[in-house]
């Protein structure tokens, strides 16, 4: 069975800087991709950023180019989400997931939560203003 925890999540001050993490277990193969997501209260569910762990390709939202970065040392080994320069505005709960969609694929559809098939149960992050 297939398994993500996350992990990270906390509250800080407004310019503070989190590491998410996201250890996945019960995976059998190694060519598969990892994204993370936020929700947070009364918005929808939005991709926030994805790492082909085989590959190495990294996608990120606008709203988070330049202050968050995705990292993991391969597969079967934690993801980590790096977010620097928190805003309230990233105040939510963070999300990681995985898929088995690829290259052209992946490309196409990292930011669609219906593409990914198993989900962490979530870790929240809380910035003050």
């Known amino acids: 069975e297939v398994q993500l925890v996350e992990s990270g999540g906390g509250l800080v001050q407004a310019g503070g800087s989190l590491r998410l993490s996201c250890a996945p277990y019960?995976?059998?193969?190694?060519?598969?991709?990892i994204g993370w997501f936020r929700q947070a209260p009364g918005k929808e569910r939005e991709a926030v950023s994805c790492?082909?762990?085989?590959?190495?390709?990294?996608y990120y939202a606008e709203s988070v180019k330049g202050r968050f970065t995705i990292s993991s040392d391969g597969a079967r080994n934690p993801v980590y989400l790096r977010m620097n320069s928190l805003e309230p505005e990233d105040t939510a709960v963070y999300f990681c997931a995985h898929t088995d969609k690829k290259g052209a694929r992946l490309s196409e559809l990292w930011h669609e939560s219906s593409a990914y098939d198993y989900w962490g149960q979530g870790t929240q992050v809380t910035v003050s203003s």
């Open positions: 790492i082909d762990l085989e590959a190495g390709t990294t």
């Open positions: 019960g995976l059998t193969f190694d060519d598969y991709t």
